[in-house]
C-alpha cells in the first residue's frame, strides 16, 4: 500500500494499527504564544461508544495528571448517525506547567477506530483559537462524508 506522509508516500503493507499522531504547532498573532493541534488515533474497546471511550479517556486522564479538571462536560453528537463524535474541555498540570485541552473524538467508518483531534495550550483559549479547532474538525467531517458516500 501506499501509506501517506505530509512529505510523501511511502511503500509498505498494511499495519495492523495505524496510531500515528499530527503535532501541529501554531502561533498566535498579536501573543505570539504557541497553541497546538495533536491529531492521535486509536481504537476502541469492543463494543465500545464514542461517548464511552472519551469516559474512559477522561478517567485515565484524571489519574495521570495532577489537578486534571473537566471545563466543559462532555457532549455527544449525531453527524447524520454515519459518524458520532464528542468533545469536551479540560484543564490540568503537567511538569507543574498548566494545560488546557478541548478533545473531539470522531468514530471512524470502521466503527472500531477513532481519531481525536486536540487543542493545545497554556493558557486559556481565545474565540479564534476555539474556531480554528472548529474549522479543522468541520473540515475532517466534510472529507469523510465525501469519501464514504
Known sequence: MQYPLPEGLIETPAPVLDQSMNVLVFQEPESRANY???????????????????????????????????EQELVLHARESVHPYAT????????????????????????????????????????????????VVSSFMNSMTAVIK
Open 36 to 70: 497546538t493541534i495533536v491529531i492521535n488515533r486509536d481504537r476502541m474497546n469492543a463494543g465500545e461508544t464514542v461517548e464511552r471511550y472519551c469516559q474512559r479517556q477522561i478517567k485515565t486522564l484524571g489519574r495521570q495528571f495532577d489537578e486534571y479538571t473537566v
Open 88 to 135: 469536551f474541555a479540560s484543564r490540568f498540570r503537567q511538569s507543574g506547567t498548566p494545560v488546557h485541552q478541548i478533545q473531539c473524538a470522531i468514530r471512524l467508518a470502521d466503527e472500531s477506530g477513532v481519531i481525536i483531534f486536540t487543542l493545545g495550550s497554556s493558557a486559556p483559549f481565545n474565540e479564534a483559537q476555539r474556531a480554528h479547532h472548529a474549522t
